[in-house]
């Protein structure tokens, strides 16, 4: 993921859109089940992903319950996958009580580091998670 980063940050590299991929709940389904249950959940969850992206960006593995993607292309070129990753995945995840939530930077516009990348896409995932827990109360 690193590596990767590290050349989509560039200045003179085309764009692209780190998404990290996030479960509200996860955390809370995983302490209640059994670790078998867990494991098959999160790799449902990956499977859904691969079959979802398909060839759009590459996958980088489970991290923290999220995944990262990496997606060639603007946010007008990623836009369609942005709006299809969520739904595709929560038909996974909500029988389970859990819900997706995304969050993103555009590269190399708004990151020179891959750790700020990350970092950036892991604060609008943070805020987004905010808002979906104050709208469920």
Known sequence: LFRA???AVRPDSPAAVLVVIGFEGLKDYLESATDLEGDQLIVELGNRLVETVE??????????????????????AVRPILALVPAE???VARPHGV???????????????????LALADRRIRALSGEIRAKVR
């Open 5 to 7: 980063l590290g050349e």
């Open 99 to 117: 819900r997706t939530s995304l969050g993103i930077a555009l590269l190399p516009d708004e990151a020179t580091l891959p750790t700020y990348a």
């Open 89 to 91: 995945l929560d038909d």
């Open 55 to 76: 060839g759009a960006g590459t996958i980088f593995g489970s991290r923290r319950g999220e995944f990262c993607v990496l997606c060639d292309g603007g946010l007008v």
